[in-house]
């Protein structure tokens, strides 16, 4: 897309400032200035009605409309809120809304454009009653041709928006997505300018929204570039040249060239001229992102410059090698790469350059080179962004999840080819607009739509990636093509998404894969997956464009494999609403190391950077939102597992104490785990020393002190990492009561701590077992409960939650504690609704010595689910209770756990 040069962008801002009543496109023409571009976002009317017809909003004075600047969404609230409480909440409004502008021009310019940054989903447009034209994506900017149409003195400018969610493919939204998990925020939530230009002859700006200028690296050799510059003139009715200068960061001229532009009549011309650049400087992603700037300028047959275009513009080249990875300019760079969504909490998707460059300072804060801009084209600002900090850009065609509508689907529809057409523009859309950034190094064509992949057993998604990778190559043969695949070989995800290969046909290949949440196995199963298509597809680049776990900032964990975390399984089954901020720590740390061990890898990203708001979503402890940012929807707060990519990534020094926000902690004894890019880390508790790390023994920055013995009342812990000459510390502050100093109270099969009982125990989630499994029974997530098992004779909600969960199969405990006299007190159910007398028996020994035989829960209690207490006295001599439960017929099962000091 066009930039204005800067002094114009000055004229242009100043004239804004001036017309605060009326917006006038005429006060922000800038005189002799070539190319005019003035942003219409203040004082527009707008109204949302579902049954307003065209007729009457074209009659409409829209004095009672309300009044709204642009970017602007009518979803900033419903559906970029986490005060959304999931599948009951009301969804967020989908369906028309209508825009007004009235506007004064001066004078009736000889070209004239109208460009909209986006409007999502399908937008029509009218200038002083005559119809421009629609468009229809969400994403991709667009211009209407308003010569002629554009008046002297006052305009009305009157969009249509419909965001509505399709049900057929002939449906005015049916275009891509179709579906995936987030909201599509409806309106005009980008920007909108009108563009002038001296002549009528002018750069392109009727070719698919694009600048009518692509530059390329051609060649890049030690001390010597070659460019290619092409550049697309509209309405050539006389002999014109186009100029082109390559312009470096001191202001100047580098290269330059000029080539005649050949009459054609009203048509298109082209002119391509190469440009040879001595001692280029090259742009190295983040280690040098040297921009220089390419003017391109448009003279007529007398010398006169009559139309330019100027973009930053980064001399590179890229490489990939299914073995070795990426090469930058020949250099290897491993791609450290976080996923991104557009929206932002309490405005969705109507954000400017404020929060994108926040966001891309957040990604860079933590050391990331990449960045996937998921799963559409985002603002034009967020690629410039992107060039100017040297971050790679996965730039992605909205392309998710399916390739017909369910209803189609069931009627047993092929898919609609309007459909098709419109993948093939946003993808001629997505490529021309942003053929000229250096950061962009793939065009992806799909995400995950083997999901939606069959339609009544027939593949409906493979031959729309042949098409639309052979349409990208057209488009632009020096990038690799490359799509997010979902689930090729893994048939243990079942009926629900049936497996539909997409190796072999991008140049390059990605896939989403979430080990430790929906998928089974940890980063080994996923290591192993990689090595496999690896060896499946020798000769196609691989890399991972998702993975990752929700965390809940209110939500700890006393030990990540205590229980269930998670939202939903790969069959669709509600797990637990619980995702305990230490359980991503763990899904981070098991999954990173697997990535970071596989040097074929050309680069990997997280899923994702942000939370962001997903309305059929209700987990962790927040509504509408999808949990897995690694700092928060709102970019306040940086959740623990930024730190560990920050560690790993960053230059900077870091030295950072997981679990900061656990701060009532409910057991005594508890490992410290520090993520740290430090030469050592010294551990200190109320000023006494813990001990010693160096780097050395902190594999993946992650140094752990284990067995760490808090103090009754407050601790205060701090770690101190050397790096160098230079000290980093940090100190969390965490309080443990006398009652948990003295006692363990333990919620068996529990993944998040913090229970307190109705006599004001607080219980610590599952810790300090050995073997066994940790499986909830009664979920109070909204999608209902997996067990269903509720406990018949606890009727306090507060304790009932004590009885919600079970370890159960072969386990044991060691609980470190102090030498003494203690009483046990287990809680026993049987959590098998079916379960008759005799049917599970188990006992249990304590330090080696059965103190309870032959245990037959239901037997005892009367019936299943209902609990069952019993106690004993032991005496600790070593440091350490161990207690083991041992099967005599069918599983040991243990709900919860009390060891009180006598
Ligand atoms: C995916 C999708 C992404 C989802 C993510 C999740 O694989 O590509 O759109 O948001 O998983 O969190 O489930």
Avoid at 239 to 259: E, F, K, N, P, Y
Avoid at 392 to 399: G, R
Wanted: charged share 20%; proline share 6%; hydrophobic share 40%.
């Amino acid at each position: 897309m066009t930039a204005a040069p800067p002094r114009l962008r000055a004229v242009v801002l100043a004239a804004l400032l001036a017309c605060t009543v009326l917006p006038s496109a005429g006060r922000a023409a800038a005189a002799g200035a070539v190319r005019r571009t003035t942003p219409l976002l203040a004082d527009w009317r707008f109204v949302q009605d579902d049954a307003l017809a065209d007729d009457a909003a074209l009659a409409a004075s829209g004095t009672d409309w309300q009044p709204v600047a642009l970017p602007h969404t009518w979803n900033a609230r419903d559906a970029a809120s986490t005060a959304q409480t999931g599948p009951d909440s009301t969804p967020y409004k989908r369906g028309r809304g209508w825009y007004r502008l009235e506007f004064d021009h001066a004078g009736v310019p000889a070209n004239a454009w109208l460009q909209f940054d986006g409007a999502a989903i399908v937008a029509d447009a009218w200038l002083n009653g005559r119809y421009l034209g629609r468009h229809r994506g969400a994403f991709t900017a667009f211009r209407f041709d308003v010569t002629g149409k554009l008046a002297a003195g006052r305009n009305v400018l009157l969009v249509k928006v419909d965001n509505s969610a399709p049900v057929h493919g002939d449906d005015p939204t049916a275009v891509a997505p179709l579906g995936g998990d987030f909201n599509i925020s409806g309106g005009l939530y980008r920007g909108v300018a009108l563009i002038e230009t001296p002549a009528r002859t002018h750069l392109a700006l009727g070719d698919h929204g694009a600048s009518g200028v692509v530059a390329e690296t051609v060649a890049l050799r030690p001390g010597r570039a070659t460019l290619r510059v092409r550049a697309t003139v509209e309405n050539v009715s006389d002999a014109g040249t186009v100029r082109a200068a390559l312009i470096d960061a001191a202001g100047r001229t580098v290269a330059s060239g000029r080539r005649p532009v050949r009459v054609s009549g009203a048509g298109a011309a082209r002119a391509q001229l190469a440009l040879d650049v001595a001692r280029p400087r090259p742009w190295q992603g983040t280690d040098d992102p040297y921009l220089y700037r390419l003017r391109v300028d448009l003279l007529d047959r007398n010398g006169r410059v009559i139309d330019r275009v100027e973009q930053p513009f980064g001399i590179r080249t890229f490489r990939f090698d299914a073995r070795a990875g990426l090469f930058l300019n020949g250099r290897h760079l491993r791609l450290h790469g976080v996923n991104l969504h557009q929206d932002w909490q309490d405005k969705a998707w109507a954000i400017g350059p404020r929060e994108i460059d926040a966001s891309l300072a957040i990604a860079r804060e933590m050391g990331a080179n990449a960045v996937r801009l998921a799963h559409y084209p985002h603002a034009a600002h967020a690629y410039d962004e992107a060039d100017r900090l040297g971050l790679v850009v996965w730039s992605e065609l909205p392309f998710v999840e399916r390739s017909l509508t369910p209803a189609d689907c069931k009627a047993g529809a092929a898919i609609p080819p309007a459909f098709l057409d419109n993948l093939d523009d946003q993808l001629r859309e997505m490529i021309r607009q942003q053929v000229n950034h250096p950061g962009i190094a793939m065009w992806s064509i799909a995400n995950e739509v083997a999901m939606g992949g069959t339609c009544r057993g027939t593949d409906t998604v493979t031959p729309v990636l042949h098409r639309l990778h052979a349409l990208a190559k057209r488009e632009d043969p020096g990038r690799p093509t490359t799509l997010a695949d979902f689930n090729e070989d893994y048939p243990v995800v079942g009926p629900m998404f049936p497996v539909l290969p997409t190796g072999g046909i991008t140049d390059i290949w990605a896939v989403n894969r979430y080990h430790l949440w929906y998928y089974p196995g940890g980063g080994d199963a996923f290591g192993a997956a990689l090595d496999r298509f690896h060896a499946k597809y020798p000769a196609q680049p691989l890399g991972v464009s998702e993975y990752g776990a929700g965390a809940a900032l209110t939500q700890q964990t006393d030990n990540p494999l205590g229980g269930l975390v998670g939202s939903m399984d790969m069959h669709g089954r509600a797990r637990t609403v619980h995702q305990p901020e230490g359980y991503a720590n763990h899904v981070h740390e098991q999954v990173y190391a697997a990535l970071a061990q596989r040097d074929y890898l050309w680069g990997t990203f997280v899923w994702s950077m942000f939370d962001f708001g997903s309305g059929t979503r209700h987990e962790g402890d927040i509504g509408g939102t999808n949990t897995k940012g690694l700092v928060t929807f709102d970019r306040a707060t940086r959740k623990d597992p930024f730190y560990f990519y920050k560690a790993n990534w960053s230059d900077a020094p870091v030295t950072y104490i997981t679990g900061r926000r656990y701060t009532a902690r409910a057991y005594r004894v508890t490992d410290v785990r520090v993520y740290s890019n430090a030469d050592t880390v010294r551990l200190t508790l109320n000023g006494r020393d813990i001990g010693v790390r160096s780097a050395a023994a902190c594999p993946l920055r992650t140094c752990v002190f284990p067995g760490v013995v808090l103090a009754e009342g407050a601790n205060r812990i701090e770690a101190r990492g050397t790096h160098g000459t230079h000290t980093v510390t940090d100190t969390v502050a965490w309080t443990l009561a006398p009652d948990n100093a003295r006692n363990v109270y333990l919620a068996a099969g529990q993944v998040a701590t913090g229970l307190v009982s109705k006599d004001g125990h607080r219980y610590g989630s599952d810790n300090y077992f050995v073997g066994g499994q940790g499986t909830p029974l009664e979920l109070d997530s909204p999608y209902g409960t997996r067990f269903g098992v509720r406990v018949a004779n606890v009727t306090d909600p507060a304790d009932a939650a004590l009885w919600a969960a079970v370890r159960h199969g072969t386990f044991g405990y060691r609980i470190p504690l102090d030498d003494g006299r203690y009483r046990v007190t287990l809680g026993f159910l049987d959590p098998d609704r079916n379960a008759q007398p005799g049917t599970r028996r188990f006992r249990v020994d304590a330090n080696g010595v059965t103190r309870i035989d032959d245990l037959d829960i239901v037997a005892a209690a009367g019936a299943p689910a209902t609990a069952l207490v019993r106690s004993f006295e032991v005496d600790v001599a070593d440091g350490s209770l161990r207690l083991d439960f041992v099967p005599q017929a069918g599983e040991a099962v243990l709900s919860n756990l009390v060891v009180e000091r006598l």
